[in-house]
């Protein structure tokens, strides 16, 4: 770990079990952890304005490198103050380093759907693969444009993020133990190339994470651990595969999350279902970035609390018809607190912003108070038991 | 005019000349005159929650009869306490009876586009246009369905309305005279057919506007101001083509209003740009409603003190890269008290759902600006000043 207070720091405040709770001091004020990290892909979380995202509680969102080189440019967003003073968000905002996305032009199974974007078929396409980097058209224009380590940490230093990641690739589900060995090496060459260049020419006061790769495979992910944990980070996150399915994945985590040194902040990259954070926030990680709520809340789905279908509502199906009650009992979001599932399901399926935006609260609103009380419930020693009760059925706040 | 008070109650309240102010004191609370009457088209106002509607000063919201006919259904909305309950509005509401939207697609040229809505080509057809009513296939599953002056007031019944509006054929731009006489004729026998319904199986505390046609033509316009004034209804509204530009609507309007009873209240139905909402105060009508502020949004068009442009700024326009300034100096509207030029065209131009909400918000401060102004304006004895200022390039709220 580097030592630089002023660029970062990490508190831990109370341990409960491996769980805990902590406090990251970034420059643009505290975030509690564990924290779910709203995505503000193109600069706005989906329909939301900065001051009503703050106003949900949120102290951290994420900015999509890959998205914002693209349009508007690094350029114009430096010179409106970093994405900060762009999008009037004064709290902490952490950068993706642009390699989730043009890896996933490349390899198309990473994600079924690029993060954050809502139309398919107009994300470009990857021409060339190298170790010096990734050259690919851009979605908007067809230009040939290049993403490299130094050219993710230079936008990254333009959008002026206080917690930057470094360029990775994101080996896909599909790749076979060769290539993900290969392409974790090279993960690794270019964490050193990332950090050679932040350290040279990158703002004082924003921090950087690595990111440990190694897909599936535990001698991979041990090597990466130890590789990014040695190379003087602020932080590490979780990237790649975690496997095809749930199982896997609680797998991959369980025995990586261990090999991450303990007292540093941990970031497990795109996951943010109900039940995945949980298990998350029991192995000691503390920051959680996702699509999840705010996509889901395009196709018309709120987050419920009934683990029998994965925590989800889906509101343009038939059956809410006449139906006066909210979409959770005692949910304090605008969308809960004001209008019935009747009205709800007909705005979706009327595909009007306005139900695109109440559930987009109510699906903020539902994590945030799923974090706010896993705080509190690891500060009382009773996160086991919290965590039971949600993935019970009971609603985040009600224990 | 009926006299029943419990239902609807025109009080005028201040004259400048034949503009002047008022309150229609509905059974849902006071309208203050000259309003601007946002569409809550499918039973919200594009991309706002009520409540953010009444923030922004409004006293009523118009929905679309049509619309909500199609779907979710007059018997749905019913169950939920009528449209107020539906879309959780508790002030004044209008409705529209359906016919504007009918004709639209019988005609095509009525309108440009059918107002409200925001995708072309799934607006179903009509199948034929008779005595007794029109009958049309459904945008929504192609079911047959059938409208008349009948069907029109028992639907808005249904909705619970504090205004009705009778169902009337909107007749379009290309229709010869004979045409228009024919129409506003049948127009005429099916106000009679309204009223009647109504007076035996409306709510009582349901006001019904009549409708004035007639078209461009003078004599027309003449007999059917006649009709319907003696006809008894609690208020009129001016529909139908009102010429080929700007002039010849003026023309129109200028020799309509004043065949009007001049204590009644008046409903200029559709019109809503800057310039024609002054016009329309001064020929001393009272409420206006039109789709535009919201659809500008939705292409990126915000209102602006520039008569020179018809008070629009394309921001989807190249030009406003790196622009610091607001939208509009001294809006008080959230776009323009925390956004720039910059962020905003750029959000715009991405298609971002905040981008249509901040400029939604926007368009409805400047109009509802606009119109509180006005009504200052009218009391201190100054509109004819107040109006030149404003069509001078003045900001609605700056004199």
Same mark, same amino acid.
């Given at each position: 770990?580097?030592?630089?207070?002023?660029?970062?720091?990490?508190?831990?405040?109370?341990?409960?079990?491996?769980?805990?709770?902590?406090?990251?001091?970034?420059?643009?004020?505290?975030?509690?952890?564990?924290?779910?990290?709203?995505?503000?892909?193109?600069?706005?979380?989906?329909?939301?304005?900065?001051?009503?995202?703050?106003?949900?509680?949120?102290?951290?969102?994420?900015?999509?490198?890959?998205?914002?080189?693209?349009?508007?440019?690094?350029?114009?967003?430096?010179?409106?103050?970093?994405?900060?003073?762009?999008?009037?968000?004064?709290?902490?905002?952490?950068?993706?380093?642009?390699?989730?996305?043009?890896?996933?032009?490349?390899?198309?199974?990473?994600?079924?759907?690029?993060?954050?974007?809502?139309?398919?078929?107009?994300?470009?396409?990857?021409?060339?693969?190298?170790?010096?980097?990734?050259?690919?058209?851009?979605?908007?224009?067809?230009?040939?444009?290049?993403?490299?380590?130094?050219?993710?940490?230079?936008?990254?230093?333009?959008?002026?993020?206080?917690?930057?990641?470094?360029?990775?690739?994101?080996?896909?589900f599909?790749?076979?133990?060769?290539?993900?060995?290969?392409?974790?090496?090279?993960?690794?060459?270019?964490?050193?190339?990332?950090?050679?260049?932040?350290?040279?020419?990158?703002?004082?006061?924003?921090?950087?994470?690595?990111?440990?790769?190694?897909g599936v495979?535990? +001698? /991979? =992910?041990?090597?990466?651990? %130890?590789?990014?944990?040695?190379?003087? $980070? @602020? !932080?590490?996150?979780i990237?790649g595969t975690l496997g095809?399915?749930?199982?896997e994945m609680r797998e991959v985590l369980?025995?990586t999350?261990?090999?991450?040194?303990?007292?540093?902040?941990?970031?497990?990259?795109?996951i943010?279902?109900?039940?995945?954070?949980?298990?998350?926030?029991?192995?000691?990680?503390?920051?959680?970035?996702?699509?999840?709520?705010?996509?889901?809340?395009?196709?018309?789905?709120?987050?419920?609390?009934?683990?029998?279908?994965?925590?989800?509502? +889906? /509101? =343009?199906?038939?059956?809410? %018809?006449?139906?006066?009650?909210?979409? $959770? @009992? !005692?949910?304090?979001?605008?969308?809960?607190?004001?209008?019935?599932?009747?009205?709800?399901?007909?705005?979706?399926?009327?595909?009007?912003?306005?139900?695109?935006?109440?559930?987009?609260?109510?699906?903020?609103?539902?994590?945030?108070?799923?974090?706010?009380?896993?705080?509190?419930?690891?500060?009382?020693?009773?996160?086991?038991?919290?965590?039971?009760?949600?993935?019970?059925?009971?609603?985040?706040?009600?224990?």
């Amino acid at each position: 770990m580097r030592a630089e207070p002023d660029r970062l720091r990490f508190e831990i405040t109370a341990r409960d079990g491996i769980a805990r709770t902590g406090v990251l001091h970034t420059a643009h004020g505290p975030v509690h952890t564990p924290a779910f990290i709203p995505l503000a892909t193109k600069g706005t979380v989906r329909g939301l304005e900065a001051r009503e995202v703050a106003g949900l509680g949120y102290e951290m969102v994420l900015g999509n490198t890959y998205h914002l080189f693209v349009s508007p440019g690094p350029e114009r967003i430096a010179k409106a103050g970093g994405l900060h003073g762009f999008m009037g968000w004064d709290r902490a905002l952490i950068t993706d380093s642009g390699g989730f996305q043009v890896f996933s032009l490349a390899h198309g199974g990473v994600a079924n759907e690029v993060k954050g974007s809502g139309r398919k078929g107009d994300h470009g396409s990857v021409v060339s693969i190298g170790e010096e980097g990734v050259r690919f058209r851009s979605y908007r224009d067809g230009a040939s444009l290049f993403i490299s380590p130094e050219v993710s940490m230079q936008v990254q230093t333009a959008l002026g993020s206080d917690i930057a990641l470094v360029f990775d690739e994101c080996t896909p589900f599909h790749a076979d133990r060769d290539y993900t060995a290969r392409s974790t090496e090279r993960t690794h060459r270019w964490l050193d190339r990332c950090l050679e260049w932040h350290e040279r020419e990158g703002p004082a006061r924003q921090a950087v994470f690595g990111i440990v790769q190694g897909g599936v495979h535990e +001698d /991979l =992910r041990r090597e990466s651990a %130890e590789y990014v944990s040695a190379a003087g $980070v @602020d !932080g590490l996150a979780i990237g790649g595969t975690l496997g095809r399915d749930k199982a896997e994945m609680r797998e991959v985590l369980g025995m990586t999350a261990p090999m991450l040194p303990v007292d540093a902040p941990k970031h497990l990259l795109g996951i943010g279902e109900v039940d995945d954070l949980l298990a998350g926030i029991a192995l000691g990680l503390d920051v959680f970035d996702c699509a999840v709520p705010t996509r889901l809340a395009r196709h018309g789905v709120a987050l419920v609390p009934d683990p029998d279908n994965r925590f989800r509502l +889906d /509101l =343009r199906k038939s059956g809410h %018809e006449g139906d006066r009650g909210p979409i $959770v @009992d !005692g949910c304090p979001c605008p969308a809960c607190q004001r209008h019935d599932r009747d009205y709800l399901s007909y705005l979706s399926r009327a595909e009007e912003l306005t139900a695109v935006r109440l559930l987009c609260l109510h699906n903020l609103t539902y994590l945030q108070e799923l974090m706010t009380h896993a705080r509190t419930a690891i500060g009382d020693g009773a996160f086991d038991s919290y965590s039971a009760a949600v993935l019970g059925g009971a609603a985040p706040w009600s224990t």
